[in-house]
């Protein structure tokens, strides 16, 4: 069977990024970019599932400008097959780029789509379930197990009380969770191959969708400063200043 | 302006996270009606109708609801919302689950994870892990919500709504419930308790997280845990406080043996007071914290339990 992994281009997860002067947006200008975490993760559980035999063929796919084509030669690095790259300068919500996924899925009939739980960037966690609505697909989101049984897969998804098993019935949408699986780092030799791997470029605009924007980011501002704390020397010192500054235990 | 918020329980308990939900709806205004969705749920439906601010409860009690699976709820709540100009549940994991399905039924995006309502089509969002505050306007015709309980305080419940049954069933019939494995504990939840104290790699194994059982005790506290304890397999998932697990703001939070990546502080640097107890005075933890105790925890825990 097909598994296509959206993936999406981020800032790099190690960076605390920075506000604009003019409060636009944030500054991403020469900031380190990276493959968006969970989607590594996705890339990864595609690639597991294709190693044990089950999945015939992995398929990327990214929507942004020329420069995530960074972040699907590093899925095609990690193993997957093919890539496409969804060609657009414009950032898009999140039920345009579900109605963009949405044509690829029509194009490509895969049997299981992987996608990360949420993009560190935006934090939406949306994508993902959006999809599986456009496409009638079951969904087993923040996955942290997953296994083909037949016509089905069963996911094993992190719920607030604990871990929740569904079975779902395919073709099916997986959002995976941090403890799905721990990536790989590629290879020299397999980033070499990488380049050589095929990449689609298609333009956002040929897909015929309304992708008029949704939101309109009216702001973005840093998060209020803590005030600066204090070092204490002793257990009896800080629990004096629990007890008696802070007033938060009796 | 007329308001649908989902009920978040667990067909045994209303979660306090509601209150906070409906105070949010209340601070957009408007007629606020509350869905029950799940099967022998009326113990909910009583509690959801002495909810303050709201008017009606519409309860969906079959089967088909029982687990809340994604497929099923997103249909009914999609049925539901030609009567409602916003749709909103709290940020929880089965709000995170539905909504979006429902967002894209409707042909609207999610506005995830508010914290502050600045008008009926305006809010206030966390972004980049927190490090950003962004205020979204919606340009869609109906709001699709998730809300964050943190920023808003709960309403009160001596209210007195209608209950209305729905007795429409939506199964997708494309997904079926297997098996859970709950945590069971006789501590606070980590979204209700009002001290939290959390251990990370430092407490170096799932056995040394029992030095926090005593001062837990002794504070009513909730137990969490950063991520590299879970990933090490510490402790359960449930417990993980960060900007993909559980977003807390207790009065108190102490964090032991954490270092405070950027994902970690996105959980809980909402907080009134935050202690930290780290023995590299470098560690990242003591830039958000109140309170700091250069320390080995191995010291420090027991004669803080003994200090309580």
């Known amino acids: 069977m097909k598994v296509l992994v959206p993936i999406k281009r981020v800032i790099d997860y190690n960076v605390k990024v920075r506000v604009k002067a003019d409060n636009s947006n944030v500054d991403l200008a020469n900031v380190k970019m990276a493959i968006n975490p969970f989607c590594e993760i996705a890339v990864e559980e595609a690639v597991r599932l294709k190693e044990a035999g089950i999945a015939t063929e992995v398929i990327a796919v990214s929507i942004g400008n020329k420069s995530c084509q960074e972040q699907l030669r590093t899925a095609l690095a990690l193993g997957a097959d093919r890539a496409i790259q969804i060609e657009t300068d414009e950032s898009l919500d999140s039920i345009n780029v579900a109605k963009l996924l949405q044509k690829i899925v029509e194009e490509e009939q895969p049997q299981l789509v992987i996608l990360g739980k949420q993009s560190i960037d935006s934090d939406n966690n949306q994508t993902g379930q959006m999809l599986a609505a456009l496409t009638g697909m079951s969904q087993g989101t923040f996955a942290s197990a997953v296994s083909i049984d037949g016509d089905k897969v069963n996911v094993t998804r992190e719920v607030d009380s604990g871990l929740q098993t569904l079975a779902l019935t395919l073709p099916a949408i997986v959002t995976t969770d941090l403890r799905l699986n721990e990536p790989r780092y590629a290879s020299l030799p397999n980033i070499m191959k990488a380049k050589r791997k095929p990449l689609v470029v298609k333009a956002a605009a040929d897909f015929g969708i309304d992708l008029t924007a949704r939101t309109n980011l009216i702001k973005v501002t840093p998060p209020a400063e803590r005030k600066a704390g204090i070092i204490v020397e002793s257990i009896d010192e800080l629990v004096e200043k629990l007890k008696n500054e802070a007033k938060v235990i009796s | ?308």
């Open chain 2, 1 to 308: 302006m007329s308001i649908l918020v989902f009920a978040e329980h667990d067909n045994s308990e209303l979660k306090a996270d509601t209150l906070k939900t409906v105070a949010a709806a209340q601070a957009i205004g408007g007629d606020i009606h509350l869905l029950v969705a799940g099967h022998n749920c009326q113990a909910i439906a009583e509690a959801a109708s002495k909810v303050n601010g709201v008017s009606k409860v519409l309860v969906a009690d079959n089967a088909a609801y029982e687990h809340q699976l994604a497929e099923n709820v997103s249909l009914l709540v999609t049925e539901l919302a030609a009567d409602y100009s916003h749709i909103m549940a709290t940020a929880l994991t089965t709000g995170k689950n539905f909504m979006p399905r429902v967002a894209a039924l409707l042909d609207v995006t999610q506005i995830s994870d508010i914290i502050a309502v600045e008008s009926s089509d305006t809010f206030v969002r966390p972004i980049y892990a927190g490090n950003a505050i962004a205020t979204v306007q919606s340009l869609d015709s109906k709001k699709v919500i998730t809300v964050r309980s943190t920023g808003f305080d709960a309403v009160a419940t001596d209210g007195n709504a209608e209950i209305i049954a729905l007795d429409k069933v939506t199964d997708a019939g494309i997904s079926s419930y297997v098996s859970e494995q709950l945590s069971v504990s006789e501590r606070p939840e980590l979204g209700a308790a009002s001290v939290i104290i959390s251990g990370g790699r430092g407490m170096q194994n799932g056995e040394n997280f029992k030095l926090l059982d005593g001062i837990a005790d002794k504070l009513g506290a909730a137990i969490g845990a950063s991520r590299a304890a879970v990933d090490a397999g510490f402790v359960p998932n449930d417990m993980q406080v960060g900007q993909t697990g559980k977003i807390v703001a207790p009065d108190l939070y102490i964090a032991v043996g954490i270092s405070g990546a950027i994902q970690h502080l996105a959980g809980m640097k909402d907080s009134k007071v935050i202690v930290a107890i780290n023995k590299d005075a470098e560690a990242p933890i003591f830039q958000v914290a109140d309170y700091g105790l250069v320390a080995d925890l191995f010291d420090a825990l027991p004669e803080l339990e003994s200090k309580l």
